[in-house]
């Protein structure tokens, strides 16, 4: 018996199907290993050696294999034929000779790029080694993305507060990002005319022209830059007699694109279907892996991830010989198409995406699949059908025209395509992305050269120009691809990342910069700029190339990295903040101070007119805040929108939601420092809240407004206690609260819904976990220095959340909310407390210990110090073994 490892449950269930009783096919579920997310996993120091981690569900797994091997002659691996796919067989491998499960067994790969039984056998009668450069190259890109996220965000979380993270690739990406949102911004829109004639033949057939030359000039798109210009090109068209110059019919040839990569097949997911990258993946995994068919589980699509554009000789014939049946022989070529890969390494290029199986149409396949699914396949099918086809032969005419009047002239064109013989297009039932012209392609009368022309009709019409547009996720990846940034199998969770760590939001499609994700690139284009540099990031990516290839040693690479970026982060140590901040006022002055109506100066405070504005740097991310703080306290959250006395206004300014039934106050929705809020009535009385996560301004209406203000809510007499549970918003989330504890809910929906049972749960299961903990608790909220020394914070414990300042825990009131704790009311608990338990004055810090006022109260106090610094001087000998590892 032979043990088969391969990736998915899914893909065990059908290959052991294929292979029968003597294999025992075990799914590892994708990595059983990975680097822990800690630092010092990667160790440059130490030659670049790695601590590899396996999690609780992967040892469960790789248990089982070693069990199944006790009993088995050999192992074959057969994960998926890509490089992530060497590495994870390269991984168990290692795991099982750590456990000395292989002992004299023999260990084989094989690689099939198809889920089909030929694919699968034949793959099983060609196994080969593990490829050694190419695991090589794995562990060379997972080491630099370790170290360069490792190194570099804790420099962003220095330095700018709120930031989340920085990647090698995504920080990349992200530039790519907002220096499109910068393009947009400092786009500068002009107006301009076009003028076009609706035209007559003598054999009263209409087509249209438009204008191209004016007085012997030719005119280009903008040149027409005023109305009265426009106005006067009209007047002279209506009085002017028209004539066909010449008549230019040109054949051109249109040649069908390669079949899919997985970038290509994810662009036009995106543009033909709606499709994410992520979800374009997920589907083409399912056709990967397989339906049933006639009893049997079939892949319908080879390996989707690739970078390859060639099909496999056995296929392009399949696709011939279906061509022919469905089409006819006059759109089979006399010879198959090749098509070059753009593949920088060999290795790592596989074949293109297609179907399994030519001969099952997308009308057969459907039966079996769900809409997303029957969709995907359909396009990749006529793709790779195309791909095999005659090109489409069109002729393009285009009839020059001249207009005169007694004084003077002008030039114009007519356009049109006719498709003598439409080729690879047969292949697509909508022609949207393969029959595309431009504008101006249309089919036009029979036109000869020298015969007048009638005009019917001059129109003018105003355009301005539109400033490029940003990237959608197809777009993209075309650019990241056409730069060699990453590579297409890792584009999906490049996106994913970017929109998980709120650097991103995508609004009709496109990406959109948010505000922290424009201020992180603002700054590593600064302070890191060769390493989120377009070609050095692609230059970097041939090297990886280069070691899967093996002409280059991965170490020698991570070394020569290493050695600059290391030397650059140390020398961000010494950089100030105040630096920082001054440099990402200028780079970012259209986000951070945009322009006013009344044209005034946008970086002078509109709250006391003679501060200036500038980011700031708070514990949850940046804002805009005035120099005059504290006199002035003018603050506006980075990137809201502003009205026109450039103050904050919110996603859509402060909207008014309605009006309170009981109190007949306005209730309005706010944005402020921290985000969106709700409000009730004015000044220091008014009642706020803060939107609950995954509640967004669009989603508020009144209702839900008076919902949140009415928080805490009562939820019901304790049965053991009596006193009343409340549940309630808080700042860390969801929460019920009873007699000083408080234990969160999952979703703010359980604040108006729990009920006194469930409630009584959540608090015995708080009370449960806190019990089980030892040591001191963690602080809550830190408050700052008490003014005779010493921190203060505000911190949870078995009975409630309390005030601690040295040996003084002062509890909250009942109800009060941690989070809202401010340091005059903590000043006041700790008077408090301290008078109770007869303690006139805490401990100040040393500085402001006073000396013995005469000698004899020295003399007294000397021999308690000596006597406090001997008890104390044992304790100072203590090893402390673990401080070098911890």
Request: glycine share 6%.
């Amino acid at each position: 018996m032979d043990v088969v490892v391969v990736e998915s449950p899914a893909k065990a269930k059908t290959i052991n199907k294929y292979l029968g009783p003597n294999y025992t096919v075990l799914a590892s579920f994708g990595h059983v290993r990975d680097l822990p997310a800690k630092d010092g996993s990667v160790r440059p120091d130490d030659d670049f050696s790695m601590s590899w981690e396996v999690d609780g569900p992967s040892s469960k797994r790789l248990a089982d294999i070693v069990k199944a091997l006790k009993s088995a002659d050999s192992l074959i691996l057969a994960t998926d034929p890509d490089r992530e796919g060497e590495a994870i067989s390269w991984h168990v491998l290692e795991v099982l000779q750590q456990k000395k499960a292989l002992k004299d067994k023999s260990v084989q790969r094989v690689v099939f790029n198809a889920i089909t039984k030929k694919s699968v056998l034949d793959a099983m009668a060609n196994p080969r080694d593990l490829d050694v450069p190419l695991v090589d190259a794995y562990l060379a890109r997972r080491a630099l993305d370790y170290l360069v996220g490792f190194t570099l965000s804790p420099v962003l979380w220095r330095k700018l507060p709120g930031a989340r993270s920085a990647g090698r690739v995504q920080s990349v990406a992200l530039r790519l990002v907002c220096d499109r949102e910068s393009e947009i911004e400092r786009f500068i829109r002009e107006d301009y005319w076009q003028v076009a004639a609706l035209m007559a033949t003598p054999r009263a057939e209409d087509f249209e022209a438009r204008l191209t030359g004016f007085e012997g000039k030719k005119l280009q798109k903008l040149d027409i830059k005023t109305a009265e210009q426009a106005a006067d090109i009209k007047a002279m068209l209506q009085g002017a007699s028209f004539v066909a110059q010449s008549v230019e019919a040109k054949p051109t040839r249109r040649n069908p694109a390669a079949p899919f990569t997985t970038s290509t097949l994810q662009q036009a997911a995106s543009s033909q279907m709606g499709f994410s990258a992520s979800r374009t993946m997920q589907v083409a995994q399912r056709l990967y892996e397989g339906v049933e068919l006639g009893g049997e589980t079939t892949g319908l699509i080879t390996y989707m991830r690739t970078d390859g554009v060639q099909m496999a000789p056995e296929a392009i014939s399949a696709a011939r010989s279906m061509i022919a049946k469905e089409f006819g022989e006059k759109y089979l070529p006399e010879k198959p198409r090749f098509y070059s890969s753009k593949a920088k390494n060999a290795q790592e290029a596989h074949e293109a995406i297609r179907p399994t199986d030519f001969s099952r149409t997308p009308a057969e396949a459907r039966k079996f699949l769900d809409a997303d699914q029957a969709r995907l396949y359909e396009i990749i099918w006529k793709r790779a059908m195309a791909s095999q086809m005659q090109p489409a032969e069109i002729e393009r005419t285009t009839v020059e025209i001249e207009a005169r009047n007694e004084t003077r002239t002008a030039n114009l064109r007519a356009v049109g395509s006719v498709v003598r013989f439409d080729g690879f297009l047969a292949a697509y039932m909508e022609q949207k992305e393969e029959d595309s012209e431009d504008e101006d392609s249309r089919r036009l009368p029979e036109i000869k050269t020298g015969e007048n022309l009638a005009r019917k009709s001059v129109t003018v019409t105003q355009h301005t120009t539109e400033p490029p547009p940003r990237y959608s996720e197809a777009s993209l990846i075309k650019k990241m691809e056409e730069l060699g940034i990453g590579r297409p199998s890792t584009y999906a969770a490049t996106l994913k990342t970017l929109e998980d760590r709120e650097y991103v939001s995508i609004d009709k499609r496109r990406l959109v910069p948010e505000a922290k994700g424009r201020l992180v690139t603002a700054f590593l284009e600064n302070f890191f700029n060769r390493y989120v540099e377009y070609d050095f990031t692609a230059a970097l990516e041939e090297k990886l190339d280069e070691i899967s290839d093996g002409k280059l040693a991965w170490k020698d690479v991570l070394r020569e990295f290493w050695k600059d970026f290391s030397g650059h982060v140390d020398e961000t140590k010494e950089l100030r903040v105040t630096d920082v901040l001054d440099t990402l006022n200028e780079d970012l002055a259209p986000l951070v101070f945009p322009e006013r109506e009344d044209g005034s100066n946008p970086r002078i405070c509109p709250k006391c007119g003679s501060g200036n504005l500038s980011l700031k740097l708070g514990k949850f991310g940046a804002f805009v805040g005035c120099s005059n703080y504290p006199e002035c306290g003018f603050t506006r959250q980075l990137g809201e929108a502003v009205n026109g006395n450039g103050e904050g206004a919110g996603d859509n300014g402060d909207r008014l939601l309605g009006k309170d039934p009981s109190t007949d106050e306005d209730i309005l929705l706010k944005s402020g420092r921290f985000g969106p809020y709700i409000q009730r009535g004015e000044g220091k009385e008014a009642k706020r809240s803060s939107l609950p996560k995954g509640w967004t301004p669009a989603d508020i209406d009144l209702e839900k407004a008076l919902s949140l203000l009415a928080l805490p809510r009562d939820v019901g007499a304790h049965p053991e206690s009596g006193k009343m549970i409340t549940a309630g918003l808080g700042r860390y989330g969801p929460f019920v609260l009873h007699d000083g504890t408080y234990a969160n809910v999952e979703t703010i929906e359980d604040v108006f819904t729990i009920g006194l049972n469930r409630a009584v749960t959540v608090l015995a299961e708080k009370k449960s976990r806190f019990s089980s903990q030892r040591g001191a608790a963690a602080a809550l909220k830190e408050l700052g220095d008490h003014p005779d020394g010493g921190a203060m914070t505000v911190r949870d414990g078995r009975y409630g959340p309390y005030v601690n300042w040295g040996k003084i825990n002062a509890t909250l009131p009942k109800g009060k909310d941690p989070a809202s704790v401010t340091v005059e009311e903590a000043l006041e608990l700790i008077s408090a407390k301290a008078g109770k338990s007869g303690t006139t004055k805490a401990k100040k810090a040393p500085a402001a210990k006073k000396a013995p006022a005469t000698k004899k109260a020295a003399a007294e106090k000397k021999p308690a110090a000596v006597k406090k610094a001997a008890a104390k001087k044992p304790a100072a000998k203590k090893p402390a073994s673990k401080t070098s590892e911890e």
